[in-house]
């Protein structure tokens, strides 16, 4: 976003179209990328030898396409924070290190803090 800032920010000052085109037009043309890239990792739902059946291979590509979407809005919504790419880089660790760190990988659940649980999701 930060690479389009300029543009974007002219176009609403013209009043050429609205924040929100923009916005769903971003995220449509989205929506083939994050399928595709989720399905790059279906290869390793047969790898593992998970769960036979229907329900829960599109169970598990939901929750990968999900998480890409979960994870791009957050980085949208840090670049649409930041002044400049360069700024958006320096945040933008701050949420992946926060996320990786209290997933349940590094930390158990019962020694995070309880002030700090909703951290977790």
């Known amino acids: 976003f930060p690479a389009e800032r300029a543009v974007v920010l002219k176009e609403r000052a013209s009043r050429t179209y609205h924040l ?3 916005f769903w037009a971003k995220s449509l043309t989205d929506v083939p990328r994050i399928f ?11 790898m593992t030898g998970l769960r036979d059946g229907p ?5 598990y590509f939901a929750v990968l396409v ?3 979407i979960a994870a791009e809005s957050i980085a949208y919504g840090v670049s649409a924070a930041a002044k400049d790419a360069q700024m958006a880089g320096a ?3 701050i949420f992946m290190v926060t996320s990786m ?3 349940g990988f590094f930390i158990s659940a019962g020694q995070i803090p309880a002030w700090l649980r909703w951290l977790r999701y």
Do not use: K
Request: net charge negative; aromatic share 24%.
């Open 101 to 103: 760190l209290f997933c």
């Open 36 to 46: 595709a890239t989720a399905a790059l990792f279906l290869i390793i739902y047969f």
């Open 91 to 93: 945040i933008m660790p």
């Open 66 to 68: 999900l998480t890409q």
């Open 55 to 59: 329900d829960s291979f599109f169970a």
């Open 20 to 22: 929100g085109a923009y």
